[in-house]
């Protein structure tokens, strides 16, 4: 298996663009999870699914943030309109059952200027 | 509420020497307990896990015993090599086979040769 793979690796944006991140789960994974990670704030989740449906969003920091898991394949998280307070590395990981730990993509560096 | 207290780092030792990075946590019920690691550049990767009281869990040399009486999960290793040089977190996951992880703040540690 590939694990999990995330798009783009890095992602630089001018302020006020929309932003899509992109993740594909491990094949078979019931959870996914979007985590946002910064120097300031350390690890935090932002939102989870389980078999595609969003359980727990109380994490998005704003309406500015959406995130869709249109199939058990794949998953986006956007921003719009973008700001220089979203830079950060997202994480995307994927899990079978919560309790057995995370898998972890690579995550994407976002810088907004 | 649940969460994870991990040591301040960074964490500077010499190769060979004995690591402890403190971990404990605060949690209704029986959570299951995570150590996951981060090198530069990538995502987390999960290291060990204990789900059950006096559970030890070990990988790579790692090794942590879940503490109920002490609700503690201390990460040790008795002789750190460069390539060990890594951000380190402690996490809990409290839902069993739902919710998610809870992540600590992340000890850095560098071993110098």
């Given at each position: 298996d590939a694990g999990v793979i995330q798009s783009p690796r890095h992602e630089v944006t001018e302020m006020g663009q929309e932003v899509t991140l992109r993740c594909k789960p491990i094949s078979g994974h019931d959870y996914l999870f979007w985590y946002r990670q910064t120097m300031m704030r350390g690890l935090e989740l932002l939102i989870y699914f389980n078999n595609n449906v969003p359980?727990?969003?109380?994490?998005?920091?704003?309406?500015r943030f959406s995130a869709k898991?249109?199939?058990?394949?794949f998953s986006t998280l956007k921003i719009q309109?973008?700001?220089?307070?979203?830079?950060a590395v997202y994480f995307c990981a994927s899990s079978l059952l919560t309790g057995y730990g995370y898998t972890f993509g690579s995550g994407t560096r976002l810088t907004v200027v | 509420g649940n969460s994870v207290t991990q040591m301040e780092g960074p964490v500077t030792l010499s190769e060979e020497a004995f690591l402890t990075i403190n971990c404990t946590y605060t949690a209704t019920g029986y959570p299951s307990l995570f150590w996951y690691v981060q090198y530069p550049g990538e995502g987390l990767q999960l290291l060990l896990k204990a789900t059950k009281a006096d559970d030890k869990g070990s990988n790579k040399g790692f090794e942590a015993t879940y503490r109920k009486e002490t609700t503690s999960f201390h990460l040790e290793k008795g002789s750190v090599q460069v390539s060990d040089s890594a951000v380190y977190f402690c996490a809990l996951n409290?839902?069993?086979?739902?919710g998610n992880l809870i992540f600590g703040k992340g000890t850095k540690l560098s071993v110098k040769p």
């Open positions: 359980i727990d969003d109380s994490g998005m920091p704003e309406d898991m249109p199939n058990a394949s309109p973008s700001e220089p307070r979203d830079s | 409290y839902g069993g086979s739902q």
